[in-house]
């Protein structure tokens, strides 16, 4: 039997948690928290598959390589803040990389629709209203 797949909710706290972790990052490491935090386990490609968890990934990793350690001891209410600091930046980041592959599908859309010939005003045309009581009315 197929096991079921993420939902986008599933989706943005794995994303979360990327985006706020802290120490090693390894996929191990990775599916053993998801395991933990949504009480299922996925394969590292069932989330690699995701194109926010990856990207989350990516940058998590890229940021742990840049991180120094630091050697100064800060004061708890300090280093807290800093915690909140990375992990917006992290969360932008993210955020950035998912604007970016929005902007290339609606390229992409855009040419499709000028290269058969609609116009911005075909595009933008509302949406038909569905009628929900039409089983109900009388014939």
């Known amino acids: 039997m197929a096991k079921a797949r993420l939902t986008s909710d599933e989706i943005e706290r794995i994303v979360e948690l ?8 390894s996929w191990e490491l990775l599916l ?15 989330l690699a ?9 990516q940058q998590a990793k890229d ?14 209410e300090i280093e807290l803040m800093q915690n909140t600091i990375d992990s917006l930046r992290a969360k932008i980041a993210v955020l950035e990389a998912e604007r970016g592959r929005y902007e ?3 390229t992409t859309w855009l040419y499709n629709a ?5 116009s911005e005003l075909d595009l933008n045309r509302h949406l038909p209203e569905v009628d929900r009581d039409g089983s109900t009315k009388k014939r």
Do not use: C, H, M
Request: charged fraction near 40%; proline fraction near 4%.
């Open 18 to 25: 990327l985006t706020s972790w802290r120490g090693a990052l």
């Open 49 to 57: 598959k995701q194109d926010n968890i990856q990207t989350a990934y």
């Open 32 to 46: 053993e928290r998801v395991e933990k935090l949504l009480r299922r386990s996925f394969t590292r490609q069932g």
């Open 63 to 76: 940021r742990i390589r840049k991180d120094k350690p630091r050697y100064v001891e800060a004061l708890p």
């Open 114 to 118: 000028r290269s058969r010939g609609f």
């Open 104 to 106: 290339e599908k609606f």
